[in-house]
């Protein structure tokens, strides 16, 4: 394929190779408005990966991998069936998490608007757990984009 003697066609092998290679879709050539529904076993291995790659430290690569998942499920995600619900509170955790470790500072507005999605999808299945982290960590990323401008004062005694 690199040396031009195989052409790929097939989208789902285009995407496959994009995310093991923690690039945008778009690099590939992949339309970004191509829409094909992700299952829930899709979804969740996608998940497995994004948090295998952040447990390896590897945060440009999930947060690629995350960004494109966020994107691939974009238009599926008005549904009230209780398994996607789930697996949409799950995901939105892992594209926080690792938007989170991504991003400067000053752009945590992206990682409070996922984990926004997250609590929304946690309280639409009634997972206190999972909105009690959404919660926790968006309080954090708050306080982490006040820090960054608000300077530190010293006490002198």
Do not use: C
Request: charged share 20%; net charge negative.
């Amino acid at each position: 394929m690199e040396n031009g003697e195989t052409i790929l066609t097939d989208t789902h092998d285009l995407k496959h190779i994009a995310d093991r290679l923690g690039i945008p879709y778009e690099q590939l050539g992949i339309a970004s408005t191509l829409f094909i529904p992700l299952s829930v076993e899709q979804i969740t291995n996608t998940i497995a990966r994004i948090w295998s790659l952040i447990d390896e430290g590897r945060f440009s690569e999930a947060y690629a991998i995350s960004e494109n998942l966020a994107k691939e499920t974009y238009r599926q995600l008005k549904t009230d069936d209780p398994v996607y619900l789930r697996a949409y509170g799950q995901m939105y955790f892992a594209i926080a998490h690792a938007t989170s470790l991504s991003v400067r500072t000053e752009d945590v507005g992206q990682a409070i608007y996922y984990f926004q999605q997250m609590e929304y999808f946690a309280r639409r299945i009634n997972d206190n757990t999972l909105i009690n982290v959404a919660l926790t960590y968006q309080g954090d990323m708050y306080r982490r984009s006040t820090a960054a401008v608000t300077p530190l004062r010293l006490h002198n005694p």
